[in-house]
């Protein structure tokens, strides 16, 4: 809101307009500038860095592939090949890679809905609870949250392990049988998604419902009094009171975990580390890792897709964290 | 921690025991019959968060011959700091690098970050809170857009970057890598602390005669105090848990925390799994502390800007 307040004439509490004011922001003695030295100045280091780091990588990998750069024209030091769309059409016709992307978004949509609907049920929950109770759940989920996402990882894989783990002893003793004595829960893809689901909510969850807990606190209380006098059921009152007040967060966080779901990489990299079929189980990120150093060419263009489809999802984001910027 | 409690949940909540009003009265029985099995949910997804970590500091400080068993113990009644003594000393791997020389490795990589990319994203919230210029709008869309780029998509083009840059496998190239992936979030989120100190306050210093440089330091830097640890920690936490990249750019004796314990947990002989939950815990030690300090901050801040929006 006091965004756009130059520094010595806060008189005029305007916040809308773009225009540079014409009193440029004097310190002690005139200094009658045209050009915002001072802000570009203080931006300089983050620009040089983004522009170094992001954008001329970005554009570089949008070039190469384009060609058919390998390591060896790196090591001998030759130019590479323009080979038009030819990466592109080997990605996507020749390889695994279009099992890969559909893999990736079927995890993403069930690693969402179970995220976001887990979280709304959660926060309805800690809704309903007292005090005490609801620090209880808070310590849990914020554990839970900050575990390092490797250190989760590794510590999943270990209690659905083969031999020693917890979750095959559990199943032994409550079926009284010795059914799962060895069974071996990485092996199978199915099952590797299963585990792999079960640590990426886990540890999805919390955020999600913290946040629309802290969104659920802004529906006026009156409202929903008002809405249960009128006869509204609890189901009427989510879906007509409550969802309206926390549309914008639920987008919020769909749009984010949709992000973040897609961009997995740490949990299926260990996960796969530790007894699955790399071939079977990978999704986009562990896919690019996998192809390795070498056909640059190639690698770029799986890039470039990923940077649009991400960017696309993203879109949204930005949007709305605009909004928020002028409002 | 759960600081973002507006008034109206907690009316929601108490009253309704107190004041038997007709209307209050039904909805407190409707509401009351369920309170244990309310409670008892609360339960369950308190155990159901809390295993996987107790778990882990649970066989940390279990002895081997136990671990390995077919019956887990569920409470390190042989106490042992062995494994711990083993994650230290013990190198991920032949001719890799050991936990004391990763730690030292992540604190200097993370540390770096912090304080760089603190004084990048203080300078430019200023400048984007605090002047009105030609260009501060596409800057900030800027930022948003440079945010979303999914660095890990690049990794192969940033690798050959650092490689001509002869940074591979240095410490400082990995900085450079973490800096600019925490840069965007971090100036975003500072503007917002800079935005929230009103400008009257230094107006008013520099009528009290400060100049305007004393005004800054001596007013609005204090109130940005809180926002700067807080986005600090944040690029602690990303750096010192960031693997994709740590992964490919360090090798050998430079490994990170991150690739030591995948090295460490996935070594050819028979791993040691409590010298890997030794590892894991102190991995995520600092990491679940720091997270309590800047937890409320993280949803608080994208729960105000949504609903308002």
Redesign the interface.
């Known amino acids: 809101m006091s965004a756009t307040l130059t520094e010595h004439d806060a008189a005029p509490r305007t916040p809308g307009p773009r225009p540079p004011k014409p009193d440029a922001p004097a310190a002690r003695g005139p200094k009658k500038r045209k050009f915002p030295f001072a802000p570009w100045m203080l931006l300089a280091p983050s620009i040089i860095l983004l522009v170094v780091m992001v954008v001329y990588p970005t554009i570089l990998m949008f070039v190469t592939s384009f060609t058919d750069l390998e390591i060896k024209n790196k090591m001998l030091g030759t130019p590479a090949n323009f080979v038009g769309f030819d990466n592109y059409v080997e990605v996507f016709t020749k390889s695994d890679f279009p099992a890969v992307l559909v893999r990736s978004l079927t995890l993403m949509v069930i690693l969402t809905v179970l995220i976001v609907g887990g979280g709304m049920l959660l926060a309805l929950l800690m809704l309903r609870l007292t005090k005490g109770w609801r620090l209880l759940v808070s310590v849990g989920l914020l554990l839970a949250w900050a575990m390092p996402p490797l250190s989760a990882t590794v510590v999943f894989g270990w209690i659905f392990d083969t031999d020693y783990g917890v979750v095959n002893w559990l199943l032994n003793t409550i079926t009284g049988t010795q059914d799962f004595r060895g069974h071996g829960w990485l092996a199978d893809p199915l099952s590797f998604f299963m585990v792999l689901i079960i640590i990426v909510v886990w540890q999805g969850i919390p955020f999600a419902a913290f946040t629309l807990y802290a969104g659920l606190g802004q529906v006026p209380d009156e409202v929903l009094e008002a809405s249960q006098l009128d006869g509204a059921n609890a189901w009427q009152r989510f879906r007509l009171i409550v969802m309206p007040y926390l549309r914008n967060v639920v987008t919020a966080v769909i749009v984010l975990e949709t992000i973040w779901n897609l961009r997995i990489f740490t949990q299926v990299y260990a996960l796969q580390q530790q007894g699955g079929l790399a071939s079977e189980t990978n999704v986009l990120g562990t896919y690019l890792f996998r192809q390795g150093l070498g056909e640059f060419g190639v690698t770029a263009a799986i890039g470039v897709f990923m940077v649009i489809l991400l960017m696309g999802i993203s879109y949204y984001n930005v949007r709305s964290s605009l909004k928020e910027e002028e409002a | 921690?759960?600081t973002?409690?507006?008034p109206?949940?907690q009316?929601?909540?108490?009253p309704g025991r107190m004041t038997p009003g007709p209307?209050k009265a039904r909805?407190t029985h409707r509401?009351r019959a369920p309170k244990v099995v309310?409670?008892t949910?609360?339960?369950l997804?308190?155990?159901?968060?809390?295993f996987?970590?107790y778990?882990?500091v649970n066989?940390s400080f279990t002895p081997s011959n136990q671990?390995?068993?077919?019956?887990?113990s569920f409470f390190p009644f042989e106490f042992t700091m062995k494994n711990y003594v083993t994650a230290w000393t013990r190198e991920a791997a032949p001719g890799q690098t050991d936990f004391p020389h990763a730690l030292a490795s992540s604190l200097t990589v993370a540390l770096a970050v912090v304080v760089v990319c603190a004084?990048?994203?203080f300078?430019?919230s200023?400048?984007?809170?605090?002047?009105?210029?030609?260009?501060?709008?596409v800057?900030?869309?800027?930022?948003?857009?440079?945010q979303?780029?999914?660095?890990?998509?690049?990794?192969?083009?940033?690798?050959?970057?650092v490689?001509d840059w002869r940074l591979m496998n240095t410490l400082v190239g990995l900085f450079?890598?973490h800096?600019?992936s925490v840069?965007?979030f971090t100036?975003?989120t500072l503007?917002g602390f800079v935005?929230g100190v009103?400008?009257?306050l230094?107006?008013a210093a520099?009528i009290d005669g400060c100049?305007?440089?004393q005004a800054f330091w001596k007013v609005t830097f204090p109130l940005l105090a809180p926002g700067l640890v807080s986005t600090g920690i944040f690029a602690f936490i990303q750096s010192?848990?960031e693997?994709?990249m740590a992964?490919?750019l360090m090798k050998g004796y430079n490994l990170t925390l991150?690739p030591w314990?995948?090295s460490f947990?996935?070594a050819t002989e028979a791993t040691n799994?409590g010298a890997?939950?030794a590892g894991?815990?102190l991995?995520?030690l600092p990491?679940?502390i720091f997270?309590?300090f800047v937890?409320g901050r993280m949803?608080?801040g994208?729960?105000s800007?949504?609903?308002?929006?």
Request: aromatic share 12%; net charge positive.
């Open positions: 921690m759960t973002q409690i507006s109206a949940v009316l929601a909540e108490t209307q909805r509401r309310v409670n949910v609360a339960i997804v308190f155990l159901c968060s809390v996987p970590v778990w882990m066989m671990i390995i068993s077919r019956t887990p004084l990048f994203a300078l430019a200023i400048a984007i809170a605090r002047f009105a210029f030609r260009g501060r709008y800057f900030i869309v800027s930022v948003l857009v440079v979303m780029v999914p660095g890990e998509a690049m990794m192969f083009t940033i690798y050959n970057m490689d450079i890598v800096l600019a840069v965007p100036i975003w503007r935005a009103p400008a009257d230094e107006e520099q100049t305007k440089a010192w848990n693997f994709t992964l490919l991150p314990l995948n947990q996935s799994w890997v939950m894991s815990t991995i995520a990491v679940v997270f309590l937890q949803t608080g994208l729960v800007g949504a609903v308002k929006g």
